[in-house]
Structures are given as C-alpha cells and as structure tokens.
C-alpha cells in the first residue's frame, strides 16, 4: 500500500505562505494535514482516555444514551447503525456525538438538540465540551486560510459557520473478528464515503487503517504524524466552491494478523455551517471552464437531513 504523500503545515511556522499551502494541499489530495493547530495535548490525552472507558461500558449501559429519531446527532449511535452512501454492509463501528450548546432561544434549537452526557464517566462533560470548543477554533482557522486562498476576505466563513451544527465523533471500531463474523464477510470499518460536512478535522488514531482514493483510482494511506491533525474538504465545500476543492473518497480498512485483535479509536470533528445558511455557489468558482453545478440553491440542514437519509441514520 502506497502512502499518500501529503505535506505537514505548520499553522504557525508556516503562516505566511500557509493559505496557499494548504489550498494546494486540498486540490491535489483533498486533504492536508497540519500541526502547531492549538489544540491541547494533554486535554488530547485525557479525551482518549475517557473515550475508551466509554466503549469499555456494558452494551445495555452505552444504549440508554441511543436516542432514537435523532439521526444519531447526540449521545450513543449502536455497532453496525451507519452504512457509506451506496454500500450494503453496515460499518464496523460504534459512535457518540456531541453538538454545539446553543443559547437559550436560540432559532436554531429545533435542528440542534441539546447534548445528553454519561453519568458513569467522570469529568466526560467537562473534557468534550472543552475539547469541542478547541476544535470550534482552529477549524475556523482553517476556514480563513481556505477563504484567503480562494480569494474570499478572510472572515468570510465566520458568520457561515457561527453556531454551526458542527458534531465531535469519538468512534470506536471494536476487533475486527467481533463484528465481521458471520457478516457475510463484506463488512468493513467504515467503507468508502466522502464526509457531508464543510471540513473534517481528525485526531490521528492510535491504529492505522485511513486511506484515499488517489485521481489515479488508486488507494493511499494517510498516516499523520504525531501531534498533527488531518484535515479534509466535505460535500457541503465541494458544493459551494464549485468543486475547486475536491471531497474525496476515503475509507478505514480492517486490519490484518496481530492488529485484528486490536480496537481502533479515532475522534473527527465535522465542521458544519449553520443550519439555516443559503448555498450559493461561490462566484470566484465559476468560469466558462467550471460552469456553476448548483444553481438551485437549499439550505445547509436541508442538504445535512438529505444525506443522513443516504447513510442509513434516519429513515
């Protein structure tokens, strides 16, 4: 297996030429990764940490958070609940969500339920809600940098993403052999899909297994350093730049030999604009060449609701 030959950026050493960079970055690969992203490592620490005792909890304990009807925005989403786009076997994996608090009277309530949180994990409210806001941050970071290489002020993103129906998955894929018996042999951890949000932030995950689907149709690894976060461009970018920047197929493969035995944790951050922004094609992206793809325009949740029908969350 091939590795992806993405360059690591540094948000803060490389500021100067960083926009175009990683704008690069997403064109060639639809992903990039970068370090010196702000985010705290020993908060880091402690998140995996809880995240483990989490999905270390008895099956019946971790449902009592399953809220069903949600489209697993919040709480508990069961083994084998998603399924990619097009696909017919259901992921290896099992997820929690936490959303954005949004204050009191907020207009947006009715698309963004509250958090429900574990009361068997101590100081899980506490860690998430502060990593969640790290997050928040240096993905709108990104987002500026992203809006300077196309040409865009570079605050542009910021009302479009202010209290954004951005979603933090701490995901557990459990040994392989425990959810790929007797499942017709198909069944992988997450199969091939590209991401519905603006970007995806990921925290690199102790086993290996993230690979994309290269332009030559070929399939590469993504391994990022320690200390470095992987980013890539969602459908809902895609869509609003036209496809400039491209929302690229990448999936997590099973593992083989020894690391079967192993479980395999890993915690995306999915930046989302807020629930009732307009898309509208960016007219910087569209040109005789790139004629606009989208000229009818809906909104963010209208697109969000759409597509988690198509990955098997809601009905």
């Known amino acids: 297996m091939n590795l992806a030959q993405i360059p690591v950026l540094s948000l803060e050493s490389d500021r100067a030429e960083f926009a175009a960079r990683i704008g690069e970055s997403f064109r060639t690969f639809g992903f990039a990764m970068v370090r010196d992203h702000g985010i705290d490592q020993a ?127 701490l995901l557990h894929y459990p040994p392989v052999g425990e959810g790929a018996n007797g499942q017709g042999g198909g069944a992988i951890r997450a199969g091939a899909h590209e991401d519905i949000n603006l970007i995806t932030l990921l925290l690199g995950a102790q086993e290996a297994g993230l690979e994309l689907l290269g332009k030559n149709g070929e399939w590469l690894t993504v391994a990022p350093p320690e200390g470095a976060v992987v980013i890539n461009i969602g459908d809902m970018l895609q869509r609003l730049t036209n496809h400039v920047l491209p929302s690229t197929t990448h999936r997590v493969r099973n593992p083989e030999g020894d690391r079967a035995t192993h479980s395999r944790y890993s915690m995306p951050f999915f930046l989302h604009l807020r629930s009732d922004f307009p898309f509208k094609t960016l007219e910087q992206c569209i040109s005789d060449e790139n004629p606009d793809r989208y000229p009818e325009s809906i909104t963010a949740d209208d697109y969000l609701q759409e597509r988690l029908r198509e990955i098997g969350l809601k009905a």
């Open 43 to 169: 908060l880091i620490d402690r998140a995996w940490e809880l995240t483990a005792q989490f999905f270390a909890l008895p099956d019946d304990v971790k449902r009592k958070y399953f809220i069903a009807g949600q489209g697993g925005a919040r709480g508990y989403t069961p083994f084998r609940t998603e399924v990619a786009k097009g696909a017919t076997e259901k992921d290896l994996k099992e997820f929690w969500h936490v959303g954005r608090d949004l204050p009191a009277g907020s207009p947006l309530a009715g698309s963004m339920p509250p958090n429900v949180w574990p009361t068997e994990i101590e100081g899980f409210q506490e860690t998430f809600t502060e990593l969640y806001a790290q997050f928040d941050k240096a993905g709108a970071e990104i987002l500026s940098a992203i809006a300077v290489d196309l040409g865009l002020d570079p605050r542009w993103f910021d009302p479009a993403i202010d209290d954004g129906n951005s979603v933090m998955r």
